[in-house]
């Protein structure tokens, strides 16, 4: 439910990107918006994907180094939540042995950036525009449900919980109260009122996180996270609208925002470290080991976000020029010959050989 609230923050940072550029210049810039999107994602991707097959050859199972082989060229094509679904591989059941099992909300972003701004660039034009924005982001939104609806009472609820279109409806949400409609009828709340309602809705979230039991739960995929979906969405245009309230207080306080700074790069690092590092940390205890797991995961996470993030980002250090785009390239062109080059283990070794059994 964390990745769907961040569905909604995405679906509404992004499109109120698009909107803003589209209220300025009179259209989308659509290959300045993928070039930001591409150099805001892709190199601390492609670092942590090089460094986890070669972790993963080093350190794990025979069975986890043969699904990152054979996930990586779908982590590429930013489409492993596809990759998944197709080769109907249960997210509940294998995700302990593919250490790159997470990337499939990545994937989920990326295809909103490619098909979303196209939307928005056609829609947006004319007078009318933002209002047209917001009535096809919430029809998307009602079609995403009706559809999530249809396949989340299936056993396996993998399909309706990495579906592009079925997750559409969180990105979708965050595109809604992005619009100026929806953000003229959040201006005229009273701070305490609108604080109030931030704190009731906080307050939901953080219940319904506590006491859903993610996939043993059905109602979580017969309507469950489009109402959290909805309840995210009034809380950041309201929090975003109506300055000075205690949740936006909270939420732009120091600590939250050093987070969010790093959250993309603890994003890509968590699962390869969570399903390598742990096991070897028993001796740590339950409590110990996940505490050392952490912090590893956010010590990569800064080293990542100030020695690759940023200088891509803002074209500084080793990045200027042409330097950085040779070096990424350089970078990718070692994780290709290194997925070559490792050799995929047979299905089955390490086991036990029952033959050899007395």
């Not at 120091?254 to 994003?267: D, F, K």
């Not at 996940?290 to 010590?299: C, D, E, N, R, T």
Request: proline letters at 4%.
């Amino acid at each position: 439910m964390g990745v769907d609230l961040f569905f909604v923050l995405s679906g509404f940072l992004i499109s109120g990107l698009l909107l803003g550029g589209a209220a300025g210049r009179g259209q989308v810039a659509l290959a300045a918006f993928w070039s930001r999107r591409a150099r805001r994602l892709l190199p601390a991707l492609v670092c942590v994907v090089v460094v986890t097959v070669a972790a993963t050859w080093a350190w794990g199972t025979s069975a986890q180094l043969r699904f990152a082989l054979e996930d990586v060229p779908w982590v590429g094509a930013q489409a492993v939540n596809w990759h998944y679904i197709t080769e109907q591989i249960g997210y509940w059941n294998a995700s302990d042995s593919r250490v790159f099992a997470h990337l499939w909300s990545i994937g989920v972003e990326w295809q909103f950036y490619l098909a979303w701004p196209l939307v928005v660039a056609v829609a947006a034009r004319g007078r009318y525009g933002e209002r047209i924005v917001a009535l096809l982001a919430g029809a998307g939104a009602l079609l995403s449900l009706a559809l999530a609806v249809s396949l989340g009472a299936a056993v396996d609820t993998t399909r309706a919980y990495e579906g592009t279109d079925t997750r559409a409806a969180a990105l979708l949400f965050g595109a809604l109260v992005a619009t100026a409609p929806v953000r003229n009828l959040a201006r005229p709340v009273p701070r305490r009122t609108a604080g109030l309602v931030c704190l009731v809705l906080a307050c939901a979230l953080v219940v319904s996180w506590a006491m859903t039991e993610g996939e043993k739960a059905p109602l979580l995929f017969q309507g469950g996270l489009f109402l959290h979906s909805l309840a995210a969405a009034a809380l950041i245009v309201l929090m975003a609208e109506v300055p000075g309230t205690s949740a936006s207080r909270v939420a732009g306080s120091r600590l939250p925002r050093r987070l969010g700074e790093v959250s993309y790069s603890l994003y890509l690092w968590h699962w390869p470290v969570y399903l390598l590092l742990l096991p070897r940390l028993s001796g740590f205890g339950e409590w110990g080991g996940a505490a050392v797991a952490i912090g590893v995961s956010l010590v990569a996470a800064e080293a990542t976000k100030r020695l690759v993030e940023d200088p891509v980002r803002f074209r500084s250090g080793w990045a200027r020029g042409r330097r950085g785009l040779v070096a990424m390239a350089a970078l990718a062109l070692i994780g290709v010959a290194l997925w070559v080059a490792v050799p995929a283990p047979v299905p089955g070794a390490g086991t036990v050989d029952i033959s050899q059994l007395r």
